[in-house]
């Protein structure tokens, strides 16, 4: 029997985007993700994100009987591990994908920042607001994304499933529309949790992990001293952007498995 891997993805990319990781760990674990986190009206966005760690506990909750691993990128590392400390009994362990936990004096800045609205300046948000939504066609979107700096980087066979499941046919003309709603990934943006680092001050109660890539602006931005605590100093390293998953998939999977034997041992 397998263990199961339930995979949680990043803001604003389906979890059918990393299927060429999912192939890669598809051999030794079973996966299991909801495809597109907070687009269920049962679970809305709202600030912390108490619904969507719910949202995420519904589903390990209704299709398992044994505790499984939580793996995450970005958003979904945060979510997985906001599972991890509500139902502990359900976890065996999280690893976190280029997603280090904001703590202290940058929980602070943060919360003033959402009040005052610098946040939205500050990440992604503001161009979320008016992501485009239509292409003509497949090779319409290619073209479009491709051209982008960050998604250039890309493993192609991972930007091919980017365009297949973010960017789905949506007319009998071959036309392809936006998958993802922008609000929610706007909102998504909006609310991250500046309270997670005092939720972790007395620890974990499951083997944590971090993966980290190397060039990724937020590493940089929120610094690693309260990861480091919370990992217990279980990180490691990809050459590669916030993105290094879609940049690595192949890297990434051989990482999640190496950090996974590891966490298991320490459990």
Known sequence: MKNVIHFSHANGFPASTYRTVFAELGDAYELRYIERIGHDPRFPVTRDWPHLVEQLLDDIGRTYEHPVWLVGHSLGGYLSLMAALKKPHWVRGVVMLDSPVIAGWRSGMLRVSQWTGLDERLSPAAVTRTRRMHWASRDDAWRHFHAKPAFARWDERVLSDYIDFAVPQSAADGAR??????????????TLPHTLGSRLAHGVPVPVGLIAGTHSKEIRQVGLAATQRATGGH??????????????????????QRMLHELERRA
């Open 177 to 190: 529309t936006l998958a993802f709603d922008r609000r929610t990934e706007y909102l998504i943006y909006r």
């Open 235 to 256: 990180i490691e390293w990809i050459d590669g952007s916030h993105l290094y998953p879609m940049e690595k998939p192949l890297e990434t999977a051989r990482a999640v």
